[in-house]
C-alpha cells in the first residue's frame, strides 16, 4: 500500500518562502504523476500544481510564477517550492499520487 508524508510547512511572514516535501513509500509504491492540492478553512481543495513522471509541471493560475514543483524520482519524493508567500497562501496542503493516494497534509501558515 502506498503512503504520502508531506513535511516542511510552518508559520513564515508575508513575502517568506517554504519547501514542501513529500516522501512515497510502501509496497508498490509507483511513481506517477502527483500533485499538490490545498485547502483554506471553509473552502474547496484546490490543486496547486501537477508533475509528471518526466517532470512536466502545471500550476493553478493564483501561483503567477511564485511556486515551483519538482521531483526526485530516485528518492521518490516531490516538492513544492514556495516564494513570494501571501495570507492568502494559508491552508493545509495535501500531496496526491495518481490515481488516488493522499497524503496527511501538512499547513502552511502566511502572517501578514
Known amino acids: 500500500q502506498v503512503q504520502l508524508v508531506e513535511s516542511g510547512g510552518g508559520l513564515v511572514q508575508a513575502g517568506g518562502s517554504l519547501r514542501l516535501s513529500c516522501a512515497a513509500s510502501g509496497s508498490g509504491a509507483m511513481f506517477r504523476t502527483m500533485a499538490w492540492y490545498r485547502q483554506a478553512p471553509e473552502k474547496q481543495r484546490e490543486l496547486v500544481a501537477t508533475?509528471?513522471?518526466?517532470?512536466?509541471?502545471n500550476y493553478g493560475e493564483f501561483v503567477k510564477g511564485r511556486f515551483t514543483a519538482s521531483r526526485d524520482n530516485a528518492k521518490k519524493t516531490v516538492y513544492l517550492q514556495m516564494n513570494s508567500l501571501k495570507p492568502e497562501d494559508t491552508a493545509v496542503y495535501f500531496c496526491?499520487?495518481?490515481?488516488?493516494?493522499w497524503g496527511q497534509g501538512t499547513q502552511v501558515t502566511v502572517s501578514a
Open positions: 508533475i509528471t513522471f518526466g517532470g512536466g509541471t
Open positions: 496526491w499520487m495518481f490515481p488516488n493516494v
